[in-house]
């Protein structure tokens, strides 16, 4: 196995020649060479006006504590508010509202959280949300029914149920992986025995089928688990050679980026950022101060992450070259607020949700060319 997580450490280069390569890594989204023995990659921060900066190209205002959004094919975006339960629609730059999304019990960081549409979308008219109910946090899909240009949402069938919810550590990101199945984040939920327990639903990466049962292939045979030892998975993303990422909640140190494989063991709450540790997995990137970064919504662009950080408020530019992440870059820190979803639209933009704010909005970014 390889390592578990490293701190990050400032390197020995000089500091025009690190600003320089991280410029250019931003600018082009290629990355830079791998760190050499290093897994996790150290922490800069560009001022605004930077070459190779995102740029804000709209913005849309009155939404409240959103937490995912995806795109139907019209474009249309539908976004999920945490405590209202409410599926609000943006088209056009007009917010709308969808419909609320019934048997959600909002408490805490529990609510309506993650949303995916179903690969085929165009015929089956599925929308997929991970919602905190009354004795869990489970997996519902509905239909989108258009109804003469008006869309209706049907009834929510539950497709997986019994993730373990509580106040804090609810996880929550979904997502159709590169395979067709469903990649769900979920956290311990304050329960420490879990993570590291592969009957247990906590704290792990889970590979669904579309109708909930556990995908074939998966590393533990009939079992939903792709990957263990995770404390609250924020983000999941696909690089463009189908390497799966994802972002991750430390406790009051160590917020990660991990490269994440199959029966992998990411080590909560045995480590975090103890390197050297066998049968752990190092993540690529560390974050060692949680008030930097506390990343939540993760999305991949080419081989250039972005993510959305909340305590650290602001969004981190991550370049992966294969296996490896180069060092971070930071914009707009303390600009815009608490960022927890981060997404890639059809026409190219890249569009934040604010978190906290009351009232919250999305950010519309174009990415630097």
């Known amino acids: 196995m390889t390592l578990r997580r490293s701190a990050c450490r400032a390197t020995a280069r000089a500091a025009t020649l690190a600003v320089a390569l991280l410029l250019l890594s ?5 990355g830079t060479s791998p760190p050499t023995g290093q897994p996790g990659g150290s922490a800069a921060q560009v001022a605004p006006g930077t070459a190779g900066q995102p740029t804000v190209a709209g913005r849309i205002d009155g939404l409240q504590l959103p937490w995912s959004t995806v795109y139907l094919p019209d474009g249309t975006a539908v976004i999920s508010e945490r405590d209202t339960a409410l599926l609000r629609t943006i088209k056009g730059g007009q917010l709308g509202t969808l419909g609320k999304v019934p048997g959600v019990v909002p408490g ?8 995916a549409l179903s690969p085929g979308f165009a015929t089956d008219r599925y929308l997929y949300a991970y919602f905190t109910a009354a004795a869990d946090n489970r997996i519902a899909r509905m239909r989108l029914e258009d109804r003469g240009g008006r869309l209706e949402l049907g009834v929510p069938e539950p497709v997986f149920t019994g993730i373990p919810k509580a106040g804090t550590h609810n996880g929550g990101r979904i997502r159709f992986g590169p395979d067709g199945f469903l990649y769900v984040g979920t956290g ?4 420490r025995e879990q993570p590291q327990d592969r009957t247990a639903l906590g704290g792990k990466i889970l590979r669904l089928t579309a109708d909930g049962r556990p995908a074939p292939g998966n590393p533990f045979g009939e079992n939903p688990v792709y990957s263990l030892g995770h404390r609250n998975v924020q983000g999941l993303a696909w690089d463009s050679a189908g390497r799966l990422w994802a972002s991750e909640f430390g406790p009051d140190v160590n917020d990660e980026l991990n490269l994440i494989v199959a029966g992998g063991n990411y080590g909560w709450p045995d480590v975090t950022g103890a390197p050297h540790r066998s049968g752990f997995l190092d993540a690529k990137v560390v974050w060692p101060s949680t008030a930097d970064s506390s990343p939540s919504g993760l999305e991949i662009v080419g081989n250039t992450a972005y993510l959305g950080a909340l305590r650290g408020q602001r969004l981190w530019v991550v370049p992966l070259k294969g296996e490896y992440a180069a060092d971070p870059v930071s914009y707009f820190t303390g600009r815009y607020g608490r960022i927890r979803n981060v997404s890639l639209a ?3 933009r ?5 978190n906290g704010q009351n009232p919250d909005f999305a950010l519309i970014l174009d990415l630097p060319g």
Request: glycine share 28%; proline share 4%.
């Open 108 to 115: 805490g960081e529990g609510g309506l959280l993650g949303l």
């Open 346 to 348: 059809p026409d190219g």
């Open 188 to 191: 311990d939920s304050q329960r």
């Open 350 to 354: 890249l569009w934040l949700l604010s």
């Open 26 to 30: 931003a600018c082009t989204g290629g």
